[in-house]
């Protein structure tokens, strides 16, 4: 990875809570089989315990639901230093990490952080996910890992990344990932 910069797979969400959880679903389905030089976190709803794995120059593809109107399954890939969307509900975990990065000494300038957010097709409790994520929970696994290792050794800024690997959407911290 350029300029000895770590990469961070972070699963979000809460377990109990079915499709909210899809994070952590995905962050475990990568550490049966992680990307090379990724370091898999399943951090679920505790995104301030994240910040202790976080060190300058990192980059954080945290994986969580995105409620932003779209068909249950969708993907988006999102800027997460940047604030939600309008009109997203985006589970907290994941635009709590930007916020939390604040925290660190200089932190928010120095980490980058890119959302692989799923729109959710049930959010109530259950700890299993609704049909339609537990089928495509391969496919997102697929591309958490693509990204991975698209980061690790491409553009080093999370806003390049968008611009190359996501279609353009109504705003510009809003992108649904290109087919």
Do not use: C
């Amino acid at each position: 990875m350029p300029d000895g910069a770590r990469l961070i797979v972070a699963g979000l969400g809460n377990l109990l809570l079915r499709d909210d959880g899809i994070g952590v679903h995905a962050a475990r389905a990568l550490a049966a089989d992680p990307p090379a030089d990724a370091l898999i976190l399943d951090i679920g709803t505790a995104v301030l315990h994240a910040l202790s794995f976080l060190e300058p120059g990192s980059r954080v593809l945290a994986i969580d639901a995105v409620q932003a109107g779209g068909t249950a399954g969708a993907l988006y890939l999102l800027d997460g230093r940047a604030a939600a969307p309008p009109g997203a509900r985006a589970s907290a975990h994941a635009w709590g990490l930007g916020a939390a990065m604040r925290l660190l000494p200089g932190g928010e300038k120095k980490v980058e952080i890119l959302i692989l957010g799923v729109e959710p097709e049930r959010i109530e409790y259950g700890t299993d996910l609704s049909p339609t994520l537990a089928a495509g929970l391969p496919r997102l696994v697929a591309k958490a890992r693509d990204l991975a290792q698209r980061w690790q050794t491409g553009p080093r800024a999370a806003s390049e990344m968008l611009r190359l690997y996501a279609a353009p959407a109504a705003t510009t911290t809003e992108r649904r990932m290109a087919p």
